[in-house]
């Protein structure tokens, strides 16, 4: 399968990424390239990933209340594609550490709780951090993707809101050597730009994803 107009929007993509590695990725050089990255990420839909909408059907064969698919995976770049199962099935609250993220909504709807938080590092297990919530959003393929860079929204839960939601990850640069942590939702939820405490939980639980069938792009 030959992706010829994804690998135009993504090779674009890699080329700043390589820049900013180049640099030390900071703030102030992420946020001169953000808008540039944004209108490319904008673009990815379900024709240029050459993407059929999955059957849900299929997917409640696996059990699996999400799906992952490695799109593509370089030192400073890692492009993947999430697949939400049911309404309901979520991402569980988790963090990307020193990690700028765009989202970008393929199929289905889905809803996005983000949090703020002063520092990268995770507590231990059910250790707790400060987190100021800043609210939710609901995307669908119709809407802009999404920016949440370390210090603004790096903590967030994914709720589908509609049976085989997917949605494309941008992450730079990656989580490379390190993994994301997950915390529990704080219930109820505090109202938008009010501080909560998030406990940190161990990893596995009810959460865990199943191979969504998209290849790879090895080179761009
Ligand atoms: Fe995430």
Redesign the pocket.
Known sequence: MDRQALRALLIPIQEMCNKFAQQRITRSTIFSYKREIEELVNQVNYKNLRMNRPSSLEWQDTGAPTHFAEIHFSENLQIGAFGLTNIGCK?PL?D?PLIH?FIKVIYGKIEIHSFSTKTHLAPEDDGTIEALYEGSRILTPEDNAIYLSPGNGNL?E?VCMDPASVFF?VLIPGYQDCQCSYYEMPRPLPPPQTVAVVKRRPRGGDYWTAAFDYPRLFDL
Do not use: E, L, M, P
């Open positions: 991402v988790h990307h993220g967030h994914i990850d």
